[in-house]
């Protein structure tokens, strides 16, 4: 899937990757939240994962920095579900090109969700 964010998205998310990360984590989660005209998503790093839990996600050890990457209304629409399957394709493809020493592909399990949302699996995938 090609959108006109997933370059600026991808660059975004080089850059959280590179920076210092706590030994341990055992998962990401990329949070999204709706604000005014926009829809923004940071990733966090967490020591334990819990499928059943999405609590879990709520102890971060790690915060991306910049700590957010917008998406605009006008450019992504204003359906949090569209939104979350977007935010889940990037991920998704910027995960499946990664190298294997990426942080994300080194953990038990990539989520994305709504801050007061279910969180959906997207690596390793099913």
Not at 84 to 93: E, G, N, T, Y
Not at 110 to 121: I, N, S
Request: net charge negative; charged share 20%; proline share 7%.
């Amino acid at each position: 899937m090609s959108h006109t964010l997933q370059p600026s998205f991808a660059a975004w998310l080089d850059r959280a990757m590179l920076q210092p990360m706590p030994a341990g984590l055992a998962a990401f989660n990329f949070n999204l939240a709706e604000a005014y005209k926009k829809f923004q998503v940071d990733v966090i790093g967490a020591m334990h994962y819990d499928p059943d839990d999405r609590d879990w996600a709520c102890e971060e050890e790690f915060a991306s920095d910049p700590r957010f990457f917008d998406l605009p209304h006008s450019e992504v629409g204003s359906r949090w579900q569209d939104v979350q399957q977007l935010v889940s394709q990037f991920v998704a493809d910027y995960i499946r090109v990664a190298p294997s020493s990426s942080p994300l592909r080194s953990v038990t399990a990539v989520t994305v969700g709504f801050v007061d949302g279910e969180l959906e699996r997207v690596w390793p995938e099913h």
